[in-house]
């Protein structure tokens, strides 16, 4: 059993950064991806990156790739999504989540979600 929790978020104009955190309890994830997703309102949830918990690098979703940067802290069992440019597409609740597969872009390949956290992006 893998628990996840959330810090971060908030509201910031377009331009603006924000930094999410997702620590993790429960097991070891060493073999572990741990994505990103978002949800808007009415809308489905959408794959934004996910970094392995060791091995290789990131891989991000087309519309996010030189705005966010998501980075692991293995001491304190912690990944992190860094957002720059943000933009008001990007207005969301954000989740992590934690898969035994590599890299998958698929929900259904994630089994363990965090409680999510709001971002959103004024204009």
């Known amino acids: 059993q893998v628990q996840l929790a959330q810090s971060g978020g908030g509201s910031v104009h377009a331009g603006g950064s924000l930094r999410l955190s997702c620590a993790a309890s429960?097991?070891?994830?060493?073999?572990?991806?741990m994505g990103w997703f978002r949800q808007a309102p009415e809308m489905e949830r959408e794959f934004v990156g996910a970094i392995r918990w060791s091995g290789n690098i990131p891989y991000y979703v087309d519309s996010v790739k030189g705005r966010f940067t998501i980075s692991r802290d293995n001491a304190k069992n912690t990944v992190y999504l860094q957002m720059n440019s943000l933009k008001p597409d990007d207005t969301a609740v954000y989740y992590c989540?934690?898969?035994?597969?590599?890299?998958?872009?698929?929900?259904?390949?994630?089994?363990?979600w965090g409680q999510g956290t709001q971002v959103t992006v004024s204009s």
């Open positions: 429960g097991r070891t994830l060493s073999s572990y991806s």
């Open positions: 989540a934690a898969s035994p597969r590599l890299l998958s872009t698929s929900a259904t390949d994630y089994a363990f």
